[in-house]
Structures are given as structure tokens and as C-alpha cells.
Nanobody, 128 residues
Framework: QAQLVESGGGLVQAGGSLRLSCTAS????????MGWFRQAPGKEREFVAA????????AYANSVKGRFTISRDNAKNTVYLQMSSLKVEDTAVYYC?????????????????????WGRGTQVTVSS
């Protein structure tokens, strides 16, 4: 049974940094594109970043571009989200998700409904 487990969330002051990790098990990690989404109270879940199954190709939401970096270590079945210059509006539960690679998968990277597996989320709180 596939499982994604996030870690690294916490409380940080505005302008600070955090690194989230997500470790996968029960799936062939190298066949999955990986994404990070977030959901703030009272808001819909939104796309944050994604990385192609093979690594170097990435995509970001405009709101985090230049501040967040997604990366993966296929040897460790882990995807990371390095968050810098954090803002109060980055406060949310952050979710890791896996999207099985296919001809159309990467085109769907920003749409949560296409993802196959989800973690339970980790809370990130940015204080002013």
C-alpha cells in the first residue's frame, strides 16, 4: 500500500525558512511526478510546486516562484520543498502528492484531482 509521509513543518517568523520532506513507500517512486499543495483555513487546496519523475524539470505557482525550491532524491524516495522568505500568507497545511507518470501527467501537474496518492499534511505557520 502506497504511503506518503510529510515532515518538517512548524512555526517560523516571516522572512524565515523551512524545509519540508516527503518520503514515499509502497510505490515505485521513480515513476511518479511529485507535487506539493497547500490549504489554508477556509480556502481551497492550491498547487505550490511539482517536479518531474526524472528530476530536473520543475514548476511553481506564481505566488512562490523565486522563494520555494522543489527537489527530489530518488535514491531516498524523498521529495523536498525548501521554503525561504516566508510570508504570513504562506501559512497552511502542506500536502505532498504523487502523480503517476504518463503522456499527459505533466500537463496535469497543477490539478489536485489527478494525483494518485496524498500524504496527511504538515502544518506550516508563519508569524508576523
Amino acid at each position: 500500500q502506497a504511503q506518503l509521509v510529510e515532515s518538517g513543518g512548524g512555526l517560523v517568523q516571516a522572512g524565515g525558512s523551512l524545509r519540508l520532506s516527503c518520503t514515499a513507500s509502497g510505490l515505485t517512486f521513480t515513476t511518479y511526478n511529485m507535487g506539493w499543495f497547500r490549504q489554508a483555513p477556509g480556502k481551497e487546496r492550491e498547487f505550490v510546486a511539482a517536479i518531474l519523475w526524472s528530476g530536473p524539470i520543475t514548476a511553481y505557482a506564481n505566488s512562490v516562484k523565486g522563494r520555494f525550491t522543489i527537489s527530489r532524491d530518488n535514491a531516498k524516495n524523498t521529495v523536498y520543498l525548501q521554503m525561504s522568505s516566508l510570508k504570513v500568507e504562506d501559512t497552511a497545511v502542506y500536502y505532498c502528492a504523487g502523480l503517476k507518470e504518463s503522456l499527459t501527467a505533466w500537463d496535469r501537474r497543477e490539478q489536485a484531482r489527478w494525483y494518485d496518492y496524498w500524504g496527511r499534511g504538515t502544518q506550516v505557520t508563519v508569524s508576523s
